[in-house]
T-cell receptor, first 116, second 111 residues
Framework: SAVISQKPSRDICQRGTSLTIQCQVD?????MFWYRQQPGQSLTLIAT?????????ESGFVIDKFPISRPNLTFSTLTVSNMSPEDSSIYLC?????????????FGPGTRLTVT | AQSVSQHNHHVILSEAASLELGCNYS??????LFWYVQYPGQHLQLLLK??????LVKGIKGFEAEFIKSKFSFNLRKPSVQWSDTAEYFC?????????FGKGTMLLVSP
C-alpha cells in the first residue's frame, strides 16, 4: 500500500485567488489522480498526472483552471485558479496500485477548500 | 462512458441488522468493480474488489459483494452490522483506465 499526504488539510480563500494543493506519496508511482468531491456529491476525476508528461484532463476540467505539476514520481500539485464559491469542495489525490489492477487506488486525506 | 448508480443515499440500521447496499453500473466492456469506504475522519479506503473469477467476493470486516453480470449489479452485503460500520460507502467501476464513483451511501448504525 501507499501512504499519501496532502497539504494544506483545509483552507478558506477569497474569490479570485488561487490555491496550490500538494500531494506527497511515500513510494514512486507512475500515475497520480486528482479528484473533486463537492458537498453531497460523489468523487469526480479532474485529471490524471503522469510524471514527465502533460496531465490528462476529464471533460469539464481545463488546464487554465486546474493546472497540475508532476515534477517527480512521488509528488504532484494541483492549483485551483481564480476561485469562485463553486470551487468549494474537498480535493483528493490518489495513486494506483498497478500490481493489483486498474482502479485499485490509495487516497490521500483530502484538502477541504472553502471559497468566500 | 461509464456510470455508477447507488440506490440509497442514507441508510439507518440497528446493530445486528443485515445490510445490502445496491449498486448498478453502465459500461460496455469488461469492468473492474469496487466498494470503497470512508469512516468518519479517515481516508477513503478499499473495502473489496472484483476483477474476474468467483462473482462473490469477500472483503474486510465481514463484507461481501456479488457481481451479477446480467443485471450490471455489484451489491454490497453484510449479515450483521456493527456500530463501527458507520461510514460512507462508495461503489466504483473501472473500465479502461479511470475510476468512476457512485454518489455514495451514508450508513448509520445505531447501537
Amino acid at each position: 500500500s501507499a501512504v499519501i499526504s496532502q497539504k494544506p488539510s483545509r483552507d478558506i480563500c477569497q474569490r479570485g485567488t488561487s490555491l496550490t494543493i500538494q500531494c506527497q506519496v511515500d513510494s514512486q508511482v507512475t500515475m497520480m489522480f486528482w479528484y473533486r468531491q463537492q458537498p453531497g456529491q460523489s468523487l469526480t476525476l479532474i485529471a490524471t498526472a503522469n510524471q514527465g508528461s502533460e496531465a490528462t484532463y476529464e471533460s469539464g476540467f481545463v488546464i487554465d483552471k486546474f493546472p497540475i505539476s508532476r515534477p517527480n514520481l512521488t509528488f504532484s500539485t494541483l492549483t485551483v485558479s481564480n476561485m469562485s464559491p463553486e470551487d468549494s469542495s474537498i480535493y483528493l489525490c490518489s495513486v494506483e496500485d498497478v500490481r493489483a489492477g486498474v482502479g485499485e487506488q490509495y487516497f490521500g486525506p483530502g484538502t477541504r477548500l472553502t471559497v468566500t | 462512458a461509464q456510470s455508477v448508480s447507488q440506490h440509497n443515499h442514507h441508510v439507518i440500521l440497528s446493530e445486528a441488522a443485515s445490510l445490502e447496499l445496491g449498486c448498478n453500473y453502465s459500461y460496455g466492456g469488461t469492468v473492474n468493480l469496487f466498494w470503497y469506504v470512508q469512516y468518519p475522519g479517515q481516508h477513503l479506503q478499499l473495502l473489496l474488489k472484483y476483477f474476474s473469477g468467483d462473482p462473490l467476493v469477500k472483503g474486510i470486516k465481514g463484507f461481501e459483494a456479488e457481481f451479477i453480470k446480467s443485471k450490471f449489479s455489484f451489491n454490497l452485503r453484510k449479515p450483521s452490522v456493527q456500530w463501527s460500520d458507520t461510514a460512507e460507502y462508495f461503489c466504483a467501476v473501472s473500465g479502461y483506465s479511470t475510476l468512476t464513483f457512485g454518489k455514495g451511501t451514508m450508513l448509520l448504525v445505531s447501537p
